[in-house]
């Protein structure tokens, strides 16, 4: 693989909430551009501390977000990122919490999951091992500053050896999920519309499904939130003639999982992006369904003009697909929060 | 790794084994159980040293688990000997920039699932640096220095610690487990790199690095067309030709000689016997492989080179005339194992 082809960053939050970063520069790039890379840790890592700071009880983590890069026209030899992957291992212990976050921009679909078990199983022990290890050693003495660059430096060469490798099927128990809202965006150069549809906010489904995310509120800024850091690092890193979609966003705690997929068209200069919020879901519910079936139903919405209330309704007749919540200015939040992520009774 | 890879790497032919031993064990009624176990090792090509196998066996015998006893960790040794050569299969294949990457790679693809698994035969109060002390006993092959137990256990007892989380009420262990490898491993892996990438700087003459370029990235000989002909020969017996062998060492020989470039005999040897031995071995089927196992086919291929040795030995060759002379001599190899291999 080229090497300037690449977009690569690691971050590590400690538990004083101190971000530390190594990022690779394959390419020349202006001060200018370099300040706003070294900004981008903390804009990445963001909605992490979100969730950590509003949801004490609950240890939602972040896990990936993955997005299609699309051309706005002919693409030079050096734009050729077709995929953007951010991967995120959060570790908790003892109420301290460590995130490790990576960002990767690269012309390969890449082994994304074996990349991820890196971070998870390697990467983010050894730092975590590395510091009690140093502190028993030298005391005093240990340097954090130097051992965290060390080890960044170590992780990042480990990411970067792993790309450029096809991504492997894994054989996985097939997963049924359960559908608990959907997300209507429009975007064009004069117009950004957000739309969240879920429960009504009296219905009971709507407090039973609320602890299987970590809110409804979190929920409708991850894709807007993350599709704009993206195009913010594109910019840095001077891909101008690309820009991304978000395609699936991952988070768990413990045994419970949510996923965000999303699909989207382009017409007359207009970005329309339907997206799903599921949960992890028994078999036996009948409202439960493979995740082909979910994106199925949002690309026939798409490309076959299927009616959008009907489809919402196929994939779950207790979402109210008539009443939708603006998701796009501060005060339609607060109102998410107030009425859909505080229990009814 | 996946897990079935791993499972496979770990796989050792456990009934076998126990009959090699019993059989010792029947031969030496005047030994100890111990020596006993020293003696099958020794048989295994472990180490070539009965004492030095003693004092490893004696000292970890205290840490095993209530259940296993010293024949458990026997085997475990004879298994660590085994996954050494698929780890080393990867290197060979896989090209790291430098050997740091190769040392984080190969702990997360191989050893991080290695220490899970074999800690589960110690005690829980063995101490960090003697896991670390045992990766380093395990994996070394010990060819050119003597297995010091002691020593190696001094060394790992200054650097490596076992850690107690002082904040609970009950002293809970805290897990160091990647630092523990990296101590038992780096060193081991850093040497197989430079051994297999052909870098090992104390080989490089200076001068002659100045005549004759250098192979900058790790070649690694490819084997899949005489890998492919003994599947095929395995299956259907039918007889090989002679252009299909010819093309297939040729074919092995070219994807590491390259046109313009020199090589010295003693920089590949080792690459060559590995590489040729590897192919042959995932060619053959479960039954053969029982028969013939990796070692033995290691040990006929370097006893074959070596008739050879004195006279290839000094020479410094183009890449395309060594692929010449030795078309031939791995041609007469293969041909007589292929025809020795259902006898």
């Known amino acids: ?345 | 790794m996946l897990k079935n890879e791993f499972n496979r790497a770990l796989k050792i032919d456990k009934e076998r084994l126990q009959g090699y031993y019993e059989r010792i064990k029947s031969q030496s009624s005047s030994l100890t159980p111990i020596q006993i176990i020293a003696k099958f090792l020794v048989n295994q090509s472990i180490t070539p040293s009965t004492s030095e196998v003693i004092e490893v066996l004696d000292y970890y015998k205290s840490r095993i688990l209530n259940g296993k006893d010293i024949l458990d960790l026997a085997f475990e040794w004879i298994r660590a000997h085994h996954f050494r050569s698929e780890y080393k299969k990867h290197l060979i294949k896989e090209q790291y920039k430098d050997y740091n990457i190769a040392v984080d790679d190969c702990i997360f693809l191989f050893f991080l699932n290695y220490d899970e698994y074999i800690r589960k035969i110690f005690i829980e109060d063995i101490k960090e640096f003697e896991l670390s002390a045992l990766y380093q006993v395990f994996f070394s092959s010990f060819d050119k220095d003597p297995l010091k137990l002691n020593d190696i256990l001094e060394e790992h007892k200054r650097k490596v610690l076992t850690i107690f989380d002082k904040d609970e009420r009950i002293n809970e262990r805290i897990n160091t487990n990647i630092l523990t490898l990296r101590s038992g491993l780096s060193e081991i892996i850093k040497n197989d790199y430079n051994e297999i990438s052909g870098t090992k700087t104390k080989t490089i003459n200076n001068s002659t690095m100045k005549k004759r370029p250098i192979p900058i990235k790790p070649f690694i000989f490819d084997g899949t067309m005489i890998e492919r002909l003994i599947k095929f020969y395995c299956f259907n017996k039918n007889k090989i030709q002679e252009r299909e062998l010819e093309m297939s060492v040729s074919q092995f020989l070219k994807s590491y000689f390259k046109s313009g470039f020199s090589y010295r005999f003693e920089e590949f040897k080792e690459i060559l016997i590995r590489g040729l031995t590897d192919h042959i071995y995932s060619g053959l089927t479960e039954e053969i492989k029982d028969i013939r196992p990796l070692e033995t086919l290691e040990f006929q291929l370097s006893n074959f080179l070596n008739q050879y040795e004195s006279s290839i030995k000094e020479k410094d060759l183009d890449g395309s005339a060594w692929t010449n002379d030795l078309k031939i001599m791995l041609g007469t190899f293969l041909s007589e194992f292929i025809n020795n291999l259902f006898e």
């Open chain 1, 1 to 345: 693989m080229q090497d300037k082809n690449l977009i690569l960053g690691l971050f590590y939050s400690d538990e004083e909430k101190r971000v530390f970063d190594k990022i690779k520069y394959y390419d020349f790039l202006s001060e200018e551009n370099k300040s706003i890379i070294r900004a981008l840790s903390l804009r990445f890592l963001g909605p992490i501390f979100l969730t950590e700071g509003m949801l004490k009880k609950n240890d939602w983590i972040l896990n990936s977000i993955e997005a299609t890069l699309t051309s706005y026209k002919k693409i030079t030899t050096q734009e050729i990122i077709q995929s953007f992957n951010c991967l995120n291992s959060s570790h908790l212990s003892k109420k301290i919490r460590t995130n490790l976050f990576s960002f990767i921009g690269s012309p390969y679909t890449e082994d994304i999951k074996l990349i991820h078990q890196k971070l998870i199983k390697y990467i983010h022990p050894s730092i975590i091992q590395g510091k009690i290890v140093n502190e028993n050693i030298k005391g005093n003495e240990f340097d954090f500053s130097e051992f965290i660059e060390n080890e960044l430096t170590r992780g990042i060469n480990l990411i970067e050896h792993s790309l450029g490798s096809a991504r492997k099927m894994y054989w996985e128990e097939k997963q049924k999920y359960y559908c608990v809202g959907v997300i209507r965006r429009k975007e064009s150069v004069d117009l950004k519309l957000s739309y969240l549809y879920t429960f009504d906010y009296d219905d009971p489904l709507k407090d039973k499904h609320c602890s299987s995310i970590p809110s409804f509120y979190i929920m409708a800024i991850l894709p807007d939130y993350y599709e704009t850091r993206i195009i913010e690092t594109l910019r840095a890193f001077n891909r101008i003639n690309i820009y991304p979609s978000i395609k699936q966003i991952d988070l768990s705690n413990q045994n419970k999982k949510a996923l965000y997929v999303e699909e989207f068209l382009i017409t007359n200069n207009q970005k329309e992006s339907y997206g799903l919020i599921l949960i992890n879901s028994d078999e036996k519910d009948k409202n439960s369904n493979d995740l082909t079936f979910y994106k199925t139903k949002i690309r026939f919405i798409l490309d076959k003009n299927k009616n959008f209330e009907k489809t919402v309704i196929e994939i779950n007749p207790r979402i109210n697909p008539f009443e939708k919540w603006n998701t796009d200015s501060p005060h339609a939040l607060t109102k998410i929060q107030d009425l859909l992520d505080k229990k009814s009774n």
